[in-house]
């Protein structure tokens, strides 16, 4: 509501992101969405008219059965609002979903992947050409409106997530870092505040063993073998560990990865056979010290990753 957008304005809140993910409730729909497409667009125009002027929209591509056309009215309708950053989703199911379960059963059938990648390069053309930065396989920003918490992601750095459900990710050093994850079920997430929970058991492979094996913003949140407060998992990410997600998400943006960055903890050996590989399929391109995805490496991102 436009009382609900100001709120959140006058709180300090600078910038907000939209899940309208489709401008058709047909679509909406088959994605269990409970907001219809002109709900999705009057929340836009209610966020701008608080004072918002840093805004960003989601949309998802390769619903089953969306058709080209779909994906070019919503794309235009929403350029029309003009989001200072818009993300762009091809659709996946993940195991042991509900779409993972009707897709099983014959009740859902995917996009041809074909047609999947003509959505995407279509999407990505046009958007190009209203004046965004393809910043990221799935990001496009107008000029100096990057998402900050993105880029962190992608750059390997240190980020907290607050509430149900959220991720943190903080690390010493290029050889050791800690992600945790917030109870997922918000009564459980505020009866963790409350102090009424029950704390949550370290899982063995979290390579956790005794506090002294946290950094010092989580001592008080780790007990013993126990999770206290709000945390329901954490784990231990070693050097290797750290470099290869590195590798991973640096591949899915502009500006690649800086090898020297990498020194210290790379396997170079490994580096250099999957950097050889992304060269030859025409994935990557290696300009003095940085390496780079191509436009085919973007639309190819989770094939490139594999190769590290």
């Known amino acids: 509501t436009s009382t609900w957008a100001s709120e959140i304005y006058e709180l300090g809140i600078n910038r907000c992101s939209l899940g309208v993910q489709s401008t058709h409730d047909r679509l909406l729909k088959t994605l269990g969405r409970d907001h219809s497409g002109q709900e999705g667009l009057r929340a836009f125009e209610c966020l701008r008219s608080a004072g918002f002027t840093n805004l960003s929209v989601d ?24 989001p200072e ?17 009707k897709r099983a059963r014959g009740r859902l059938t995917t996009l041809d992947e074909d047609l999947e990648a003509q959505m995407l390069q279509w999407a990505w ?36 997530g607050i509430g149900p459900g959220a991720h943190s990710f903080l690390h010493q050093d290029s050889s050791r870092g800690w992600r945790w994850e917030n109870r997922r079920r918000v009564e459980h997430y505020l ?14 492979n979290a390579g956790i063993q005794r506090t002294s094996d946290v950094p010092t913003c989580l001592d008080s949140r780790v007990r013993g073998n126990d999770l206290q407060k709000d945390i329901q998992y954490i784990e231990e990410l070693n050097g290797e560990q750290l470099w290869r997600e590195r590798f991973m998400c640096g591949l899915r943006t502009q500006e690649g990865v800086l090898l020297p960055e990498l020194g210290s903890v790379a396997p170079f050996a490994q580096m250099e056979s999957g950097m ?9 391109t290696r300009i003095e010290n940085r390496l780079r995805p191509t436009p085919q490496g973007m639309l190819m991102a989770d094939s490139l990753a594999e190769l590290f």
């Open 276 to 284: 050889r590989r992304a060269i030859l399929s025409g994935w990557a």
């Open 191 to 204: 009866q963790a505040w409350l102090g009424q929970a029950t704390p949550a058991v370290i899982p063995a």
């Open 59 to 82: 949309l998802i591509l390769a619903i089953p059965g969306q058709t080209l056309g779909e994906l070019r009215e919503a794309v235009h309708r929403l350029l029309e609002l003009r």
């Open 125 to 160: 053309s046009i958007l190009e050409e209203q004046g965004f930065v393809h910043d990221e396989v799935s990001n496009f920003s107008r000029p100096n409106s990057f998402s900050q918490h993105n880029r962190l992601y992608w750059q390997g750095g240190a980020y907290l």
């Open 85 to 101: 950053h818009l993300s762009l989703y091809s659709m996946s199911i993940a195991p042991r979903t509900v779409f993972f379960k």
